[in-house]
Each structure stands twice: as C-alpha cells, then as structure tokens.
C-alpha cells in the first residue's frame, strides 16, 4: 500500500517539476500542472517542449519611401535613388527579427 502512495507523490512531485518549467513556454504552471497530472507527465513535457517560446528581437533598418529598398547603415538620402537624381531621406523603421 505505501508502494502506491509513494508512486503517486513521485507522479504529483514530477507534475510540479514540469510545471515549474512553464516560464519557458506559453502555458502556465496551472495549465502545465494539469496536462501532466491528467495526461501523464510524458505529456506535459512534450507540451512544454512543443509550446516553448519563440525569443524575438529588433533590428533597426532605413526604408527608402521611393524605391522600398531597407539599408542596415543610415544614409542621409537613398544611395539608390541618387544616382537616379532623387533626393529621398530614409525613413526608420523597427524590423522583427526570429
Ligand atoms: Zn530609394
């Protein structure tokens, strides 16, 4: 009997291991919880592997409104559109990068 008390504290305990992994994905530690409680804890790994969050980060370009053309480095005009004869400032824009 203890046997099986044991086991089911060890099923629980593991419950709340993987649950307290939940800030590396987008379900929470009550969601992360159940799923390994009611779904086997095999499951809630492979939810917290599958759910992992995607880490993003900004990058700054310089868009040319004329030609469309993105440039890393600014410019004061479009290199681009100068030699075509037009003076286009480039604007600033904040690019998502995965
Ligand atoms: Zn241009």
Known sequence: MI???LAFLLYIALSIVI????KNSHLDF???FLISFFLTPITGVTFLI????RFYYYVYQYRCPRCNY???EKHSNCP????EGY???LKKVKKIMT
């Open 30 to 32: 009550a969601q992360l």
């Open 50 to 53: 599958t759910t992992k969050k």
């Open 3 to 5: 046997e099986i008390l």
């Open 19 to 22: 649950a307290s992994r939940a």
């Open 70 to 72: 993105y440039f890393t």
């Open 80 to 83: 681009q559109c100068i030699e």
């Open 87 to 89: 003076k286009v400032s």
